[in-house]
Structure formats: structure tokens, C-alpha cells
């Protein structure tokens, strides 16, 4: 096992090289938004920008920018470690705000996660011991909704709804810290975007849920289960849900992977200050370390989160533990 | 004659279906005694299943529409409250099924699997319930019961998971055991073996057996009385002789004259019974049996044939009369044979 997973790490590493070298490709390849240009201000003289370019190696050719920027991540610059640059348009380091951007994204993340895993899993659990039932069909019609409506269009709505026409000011856009404003404000102030991100996630793993537990409910393993004389109550949690489970606990470790990376929608709408609005931003201003920082950051999240759930599967799936 | 361990009357079981109502069983009745071994044997949808899984109250009122009787000593089961009929089920009466593979939890180890049989059933702790578990393992034949009660079903062989799943179901010294078709996925040479393996545990546990199969080979040896079923019906009942050297219904007969025997010219082919089981929604008029039987008349296609005995206990649902079924099976049968 532990060979496995220094191989997997390896691979990792080598997964967010691939990334890094693809976004300076991308960068440079597109109609040029020239960072120079951007840090040079307003008008800028010709001699300026080649003193700029100079100034940040980015004269240079491009594999040994890029050889740079990946040394500068792993040994630190002169902004500390890990080094992730400047961005060209504040001129200023990236490391705090990009951290401090992740702080809330997690926030969002992590609180919409916990949303949908209660508010899917059970309606799930509970539409598949009652197929087409009325309770069946609601909830997945709910579902259905859920599944279609983006968050572009709920998102609005909510705040519509509960802070404009009900004038519930405390359910309104914005990030309000834990430390600066208590728990409250904070709280109220994410119930909005929790539950509109969470919408969509729940509707999936209601559907998923559902789907596993009637296929597993069928096994011949639940009849044996059956056959022993237990409770109904006990073949179902213990028997089928056990069963069911594994896929769905791959579904959620990749799911909250790739939202750890950003989730841009949810937090435009509710003006939330995380990575993913910060990568939209930094791509439209062109803000080469910036972009570059922020993909490094969604992959590693990802792939991280893939070798993960590769692991908990293996303790989840005793057959899969021996290949 | 003793009080029989389980006594079926009448019994129907029919599914209400889009396409219409399945008669998977349409009237059976027989009864077990105990220590008797019982060998059930028919195609597949010949309701052979359906009627052990009614008994067992696996198949319920939720799913089927269910009449007559089921008396397992003194009780009639059909009438039992759910919680009640779960007492029973895998004490004092259990079942082993024909996959073991699949009838296995693949995520639980065994000796866990076995152990939660005997918790549900008896109070006693978890440490003793493994002790209970690894024993019930040695005792059906596999070697190093402790390592084995510690790994996962995939890692058992198909004979040794069979094994496994007997002994699960032996683990409460049950009444009755019931098997369906419990070697019909494994191979040749272990199937000889499970069987031997349930004669004995019959004689240690002193229960009754069920065997459920569609070869009559498996139940030439091991069982004391062999009921044949067709469509949901009882179409012959008797003794390991009667079945074999005297049998007085056309299913059965077809059905020895289609096992293939070592010692016959490679040339023979087998003989199969012509035609195709019977819808159970559409079940055909009179005898179930009639469009496929070789000795068809007239009445056989209007009038349904009733379980009548012949001598004895020995029994079948056939029109033809006793001197036609006797020079049948003299003349044409045992020749084949």
C-alpha cells in the first residue's frame, strides 16, 4: 500500500507539471494580453515595457520561465513560501490574497458539501425502499429541478425571494468573517449560497442514491440477509446501503475536489470574494502568475482528491484491495 | 404416523404482473416429516422455488397474492405477525441458495456474516458468536476455520463458499433446511461433495431437508421422497423406488429420458422433452403438461388431472389409467434406460 501511494504521489507531482507547463502555453499562445503592458501602467513607452519584461524574466524563453516558476513554487520567493509570484495588476504578492480567497471558498465548499450529502443521501435512501411512490415522485421531480436549474438563475432568485421581497436583510450577498462579524451574520449570510450549490449536488447523489440502493436491494445477498431472519431495518442500512455507498463516496471526494478549486457562479452571484471569481477575474485581466497560481491550485485539489477516494475505496471494497 | 414438521395445503402463489396474473404455484400440498429428506425437482417456473421462499416468508402478501396453509409445528406461518415469522426464519428453519457468490455479502468477512445469524437469535456476545462461527466452519468441512472466518467471500473457492453458506444456515440447529439448488454453480466434482456434506449434517443436526433441483441425478441418492412439480403443480409424488423404477406421470418420464448416462453409445442423443414450459399466465387448459405430452388424449386437454395416489403413498396428477402408466414405463421407459 505504501508503494502505491508514493507511486500515486509521483504521479500527482507529475499531473500538476503538466498543468503548469499548459497554462503558460495557453498564456502565451492566445491573443497576448502582454503582462508587461498591464504593469507598466497607462501608455507605456516601449523602453518601459522592455525593462519590465526584463525585470521579470519574462524576455526569457519560455521553458525557462516556466522551470523558474516551478522552482520559485517549491523553494519560495521573495514573498515566502510556497512562491507564487506577483500579480501584475495590483503589484503586489499573491500569496495572501490567494489564500485568503481559498479560506472562503473551503467555507463555501465544505458548508454546501455537508447540505448535500444530508439533504441528497436520505431522500435517496428513502425514494428507493418506495419506488413510484408519491414520496418517490416528488422527490424526483425535485430532483429533476435541482439537476436543471443552474445556479445562475436560482442564486438570483433566492436573493430575490428571501432578502428583497422579505426583506431579510441578514440573508443577503457578501462574506461576512466569523472573526470580524460572529457567527451569525456569518452564518446567515451563507445559507443563500450554501443552499443554492448544494441544490444542484443534491439532486445528483438523490438520483445516484436511489439508483444504487434498488440495484442492491435486488442482490441475492440481501435475500440471504433476509433469509437469516433480520431485521428489515438492519438489511437495508447494513446489507444495501453499505453497498451502495462506494460509488457514491467516490462521487463526493471528486466533487468536493473539483469545488475546492473554485466555485465562480455561486460566488459572483453571491458576491462572494473566493477563487473562482478571483480566476475569472485574473484571466479576463490577463494576470499571467495569478492564472497560472490558481490552476496550479484547482489540479492539485483534484488530483489529490482522486488519489483519495482511490484509497478510501480500497478500504470501502475489500475485493478491489488485492489487484 | 408422527406430527409432520411442515405441512402444506393448498397452497397458491400469484403475482399480479402487467402482463397478468402469474400462477407461479397453483396448489400444492405436501407434507415433511421430520428427518425426512425431501427432493423437489422441476424446470425452472415450475414453482419449485416460489413455493420454499412462500414457506419461508420471503415471498409475502406484499407481493403476491397468497392463499392456503402453512403449518411448521403447529403453526400456520401465513398467518404469523411479520416480527414472529423472523424469529423462525434462519432458526429454526433456514435456507442456502444456488449462487453462493453472489448470496454472500462481498463487503463483510465471513465469519462475520455467519456471526450475525447467530446474534440475531441467540443473546450472547460478539466474541462468542465468532467462536460459534469459526466451529459451524470446521464442522462443514473447511480447514483452517479461525484464518477463514477472518477473509472476504471472494477469496473462498465456490465449493468452500457453499460450504460456508450451509454452515451459516446450520448455525441455529434448525429444524429444516432448505436447499435450492445448491449445487447447480458449481462443479461436477464438488457437487458430489456438498451433497455428501448435507447427508451428513442431517444425520449430526437432525433436521429435515429440502433439496430443490431440476436434475434428478442430484436426488437419486439423497433423498428419501421426490415430489416432481410442472407449472406450479404437483404432477407426481413418491419414494426414491417409485420415482425411479416405477414412475406414473409423462413429465417424469421425459425427465429420465433426458439424463445422459456414462455407460450409453455415444451415439445415442440425449432425448429431450419436446416443446417449451408453460406460460404462467397463460397456463394451458386441462393438464399444464398436455401440449408436450407423447400420450395426449382427449380429456387430458379439458379436464385439469388431480394429485391422486396409485398404491401407497406413491402419487400422480395424470388421466391415464394405472395399467397405461405401468406398460409405459415398462415398455418404453425402462428400455430407454
Given at each position: 500500500m505504501g508503494q502505491y501511494i508514493v507511486r500515486r504521489l509521483l504521479w500527482v507531482a507529475f499531473v500538476l507539471l503538466l498543468i503548469v507547463v499548459i497554462t503558460f502555453l495557453i498564456f502565451f499562445v492566445m491573443p497576448p494580453t502582454d503582462p508587461a503592458v498591464i504593469f507598466a501602467g497607462k501608455q507605456p513607452t516601449p523602453e518601459l515595457i522592455a525593462e519590465v519584461k526584463r525585470q521579470f524574466g519574462l524576455d526569457r524563453a519560455l521553458p525557462v520561465q516556466i522551470v523558474l516558476f516551478v522552482k520559485r513554487v517549491f523553494l519560495g520567493d521573495q514573498y515566502g513560501w510556497p512562491g507564487l509570484g506577483l500579480s501584475f495588476n495590483t503589484r503586489s504578492a499573491l500569496k495572501p490574497i490567494i489564500l485568503s480567497r481559498l479560506l472562503v471558498t473551503i467555507q463555501l465548499a465544505l458548508g454546501a458539501a455537508l447540505v448535500w450529502v444530508l439533504l441528497g443521501i436520505p431522500i435517496g435512501i428513502l425514494s428507493a425502499l418506495k419506488p413510484r411512490s408519491i414520496f418517490d415522485r416528488l422527490a424526483m421531480g425535485f430532483a429533476l429541478v435541482g439537476v436543471s436549474a443552474p445556479v445562475f438563475f436560482l442564486g438570483p432568485l433566492f436573493l430575490y425571494i428571501f432578502w428583497f421581497r422579505f426583506g431579510l436583510g441578514g440573508l443577503g450577498s457578501g462574506y461576512y468573517s466569523i472573526g470580524q462579524y460572529g457567527l451569525g451574520t456569518w452564518f446567515t449570510h451563507f445559507i443563500g449560497p450554501w443552499t443554492v450549490l448544494a441544490l444542484l449536488y443534491a439532486a445528483f447523489y438523490a438520483r445516484m442514491t436511489r439508483a444504487n440502493l434498488i440495484e442492491t436491494m435486488a442482490q441475492d445477498y440481501i435475500r440471504t440477509a433476509r433469509a437469516k431472519g433480520l431485521s428489515e431495518r438492519r438489511v437495508v442500512l447494513k446489507h444495501g446501503l453499505r453497498a451502495s455507498l462506494t460509488p457514491l463516496v467516490t462521487m463526493f471526494g471528486l466533487d468536493l475536489g473539483g469545488l475546492l478549486g473554485g466555485a465562480f457562479i455561486t460566488e459572483t452571484v453571491f458576491n462572494l470574494k473566493g477563487i473562482g471569481a478571483y480566476a475569472i477575474k485574473a484571466v479576463f485581466s490577463g494576470d499571467l502568475y495569478a492564472i497560472v497560481d490558481v490552476t496550479l491550485i484547482a489540479g492539485f485539489f483534484i488530483t489529490f482528491a482522486n488519489l483519495v477516494v482511490d484509497i478510501v475505496y480500497a478500504f470501502l471494497d475489500p475485493r478491489v484491495r488485492y489487484s | 404416523m408422527p406430527e409432520p414438521l411442515l405441512e402444506v395445503r393448498d397452497l397458491r402463489v400469484h403475482f399480479p404482473t402487467e402482463d397478468g396474473l402469474v400462477k407461479a404455484v397453483d396448489g400444492v400440498s405436501f407434507s415433511l416429516q421430520p428427518g425426512e429428506t425431501l427432493g423437489v425437482v422441476g424446470e425452472s417456473g415450475s414453482g419449485k422455488s416460489v413455493t420454499f421462499l412462500t414457506v419461508m416468508g420471503l415471498v409475502t402478501s406484499d407481493q403476491a397474492v397468497i392463499e392456503g396453509e402453512v403449518i411448521f409445528e403447529g403453526q400456520d406461518l401465513l398467518k404469523l405477525p411479520k416480527d414472529e415469522m423472523r424469529n423462525i426464519r434462519g432458526s429454526k428453519m433456514s435456507m442456502v441458495f444456488q449462487d453462493p457468490m453472489t448470496s454472500l455479502h462481498p463487503f463483510y468477512k465471513v465469519g462475520y456474516q455467519i456471526a450475525e445469524a447467530i446474534l440475531t437469535h441467540q443473546s450472547v456476545g460478539k466474541k462468542e458468536a465468532h467462536e460459534q462461527s469459526v466451529e459451524m466452519l470446521g464442522r462443514v468441512g473447511i480447514p483452517k476455520p479461525r484464518e477463514r472466518a477472518n477473509q472476504?467471500?471472494?477469496?473462498?473457492?465456490g465449493g468452500m463458499r457453499q460450504r460456508a453458506m450451509i454452515a451459516m444456515a446450520l448455525s441455529l440447529n434448525p429444524d429444516m433446511l432448505i436447499a435450492d439448488e445448491?449445487?447447480?454453480?458449481?462443479d461436477v466434482t464438488v457437487q458430489a461433495q456438498i451433497l455428501d456434506l448435507i447427508d451428513r449434517l442431517r444425520e449430526e443436526f437432525n433436521a429435515s431437508v429440502v433439496i430443490i433441483t431440476h436434475d434428478l441425478g442430484v436426488v437419486a441418492e439423497h433423498c428419501d421422497n421426490i415430489q416432481v412439480m410442472y407449472a406450479g403443480k404437483i404432477v407426481e409424488f413418491g419414494d426414491r423406488r417409485d420415482i425411479y423404477y416405477g414412475s406414473h406421470h409423462p413429465y417424469t418420464w421425459g425427465l429420465l429420458g433426458s439424463i445422459s448416462r456414462l455407460d450409453s453409445a455415444s451415439k445415442e442423443r440425449l432425448q429431450p422433452i419436446k416443446g417449451l414450459p408453460p406460460s404462467l399466465i397463460f397456463v394451458p387448459p386441462g393438464c399444464a403438461f398436455h401440449p408436450r405430452c407423447p400420450y395426449v388424449f382427449d380429456r387430458c386437454r379439458a379436464e385439469i388431472p388431480r394429485l391422486l395416489p396409485t398404491d401407497g403413498h406413491h402419487a400422480s396428477a395424470c388421466h391415464l389409467t394405472l395399467s397405461d402408466k405401468e406398460r409405459i414405463f415398462n415398455e418404453e421407459v425402462m428400455v430407454r434406460r
Open positions: - | 472476504y467471500p471472494h477469496e473462498f473457492s445448491p449445487t447447480t454453480a458449481l
